[in-house]
């Protein structure tokens, strides 16, 4: 895979709004510390800034 975007989960989602927390399942991740590798897509990046304060982007 050529543009690839690696997305790590790093705050629980406990607490967190229902869209926000279908998001992140859309995202492929399912517990803390989870990482998902991700075609590097706008609607990828649209996704990843809707829930900035619950991921990170790794290298």
Do not use: F, W
């Not at 869209?19 to 897509?41: F, I, K, M, P």
């Not at 990828?44 to 829930?51: A, F, L, S, T």
């Amino acid at each position: 895979m050529a543009n690839t975007i690696k997305v790590k989960l790093v705050k629980g989602l406990i607490g967190t709004r229902q869209d926000h927390r279908a998001t992140v399942r859309g995202l492929g991740l399912r517990r803390v510390n989870s990482v998902s590798e991700l075609q590097d897509t706008p609607a990828v990046r649209g996704m990843i800034n809707k829930v900035s304060y619950l991921v990170k982007v790794v290298s």
